[in-house]
């Protein structure tokens, strides 16, 4: 498989055995993370971005295939500028490299939360790509008594949002390259330990999940998802909402949406 894919917070969870799947099916992966990685860049930052963006121009040679954008999470006072801002800047910059491969496709890493009450004011900064008023927008929420869930939800519904706006645009559709979201539910990574490690939240998280078995999920079953939509196989979708979380997403939601 002679294919260069970006696999942002690949050090652990999910973006690791995402980068483990890639490797041993013979793909070149360069990993990005904050530490343990083979660009070391914050997200979160201005500084972070472009490190990412250099940092691959030099390991691909300007050249990549493929662009797995999984870091996220962090406490409530990077939450936006990393969740959104950090996902978009790293599609942004990276799309240019994608535009001589013969089967470009990326694929972002959202959240079942995103489908929770957003905050409408900060989905809306996010939407207009306005850094410090998205981030202001955070900071009366949670004065306003919102927690950092809220957060990382609207941060993550502002992202599905992006993706269904620019998918079908020239520079995306246009020049064929995929762009898809896969929005997980429970998987067992070191971000939902809060969850996990605690028997009364892990007893009622594992109430929501209607299928038997999938809770939780494990990230070797997020990485063989994640690998078929960045995959040459994914000819034909782009601009989808994946919800891989044995069905939280289907009981909630129901027939509203498909």
């Given at each position: 498989?002679?294919?260069?894919?970006?696999?942002?917070?690949?050090?652990?969870?999910?973006?690791?055995?995402?980068?483990?799947?890639?490797?041993?099916?013979?793909?070149?992966?360069?990993?990005?993370?904050?530490?343990?990685?083979?660009?070391?860049?914050?997200?979160?930052?201005?500084?972070?971005?472009?490190?990412?963006?250099?940092?691959?121009?030099r390991?691909s040679?300007?050249?990549?295939?493929?662009?797995?954008?999984?870091?996220?999470?962090?406490?409530?006072?990077?939450?936006?500028?990393?969740?959104?801002f950090?996902?978009?800047?790293?599609?942004?910059?990276?799309?240019?490299m994608?535009e001589?491969s013969?089967?470009?496709?990326?694929v972002?890493?959202?959240?079942?939360?995103?489908?929770?009450?957003a905050?409408?004011?900060?989905?809306?900064?996010?939407?207009?790509?306005?850094?410090?008023?998205?981030i202001?927008?955070?900071?009366?929420?949670?004065?306003?008594?919102?927690?950092?869930?809220?957060?990382y939800?609207?941060?993550?519904?502002?992202?599905?949002?992006?993706?269904?706006?620019?998918?079908?645009?020239?520079?995306?559709?246009?020049a064929?390259?995929?762009?898809?979201?896969?929005?997980?539910?429970?998987?067992?990574?070191?971000?939902a330990?809060?969850?996990l490690?605690?028997?009364?939240?892990?007893?009622?998280?594992?109430?929501?999940?209607?299928?038997?078995?999938?809770?939780?999920?494990?990230?070797?079953?997020?990485?063989?998802?994640?690998?078929?939509?960045?995959?040459?196989?994914?000819?034909?979708?782009?601009?989808?909402?994946?919800?891989?979380?044995?069905?939280?997403?289907?009981?909630?939601?129901?027939?509203?949406?498909?």
């Amino acid at each position: 498989m002679d294919r260069t894919y970006v696999v942002t917070g690949a050090a652990s969870g999910i973006g690791a055995a995402t980068t483990r799947y890639l490797r041993e099916r013979g793909g070149r992966v360069i990993g990005c993370d904050l530490h343990d990685a083979d660009v070391i860049g914050d997200l979160a930052t201005t500084e972070g971005r472009a490190k990412l963006v250099d940092g691959v121009i030099r390991l691909s040679g300007g050249r990549i295939d493929a662009i797995v954008a999984n870091a996220g999470g962090g406490p409530a006072e990077t939450m936006i500028a990393l969740n959104f801002f950090g996902a978009v800047a790293t599609f942004e910059g990276l799309r240019p490299m994608l535009e001589t491969s013969s089967a470009p496709r990326t694929v972002m890493v959202s959240s079942v939360a995103s489908i929770g009450p957003a905050i409408p004011e900060l989905v809306e900064a996010c939407l207009s790509m306005d850094e410090p008023g998205a981030i202001a927008a955070a900071r009366d929420a949670i004065v306003a008594g919102k927690g950092p869930l809220d957060l990382y939800g609207s941060a993550k519904d502002a992202l599905n949002c992006w993706c269904r706006r620019v998918a079908v645009k020239a520079d995306w559709a246009g020049a064929g390259i995929a762009l898809n979201v896969v929005a997980p539910g429970f998987i067992d990574t070191p971000a939902a330990a809060y969850i996990l490690s605690d028997p009364e939240r892990r007893a009622r998280a594992g109430r929501m999940v209607p299928m038997r078995g999938a809770f939780p999920g494990r990230p070797d079953q997020m990485a063989a998802l994640l690998a078929w939509c960045v995959s040459p196989e994914n000819s034909l979708m782009t601009g989808q909402i994946l919800f891989v979380d044995g069905g939280v997403e289907c009981s909630l939601r129901g027939e509203r949406s498909w």
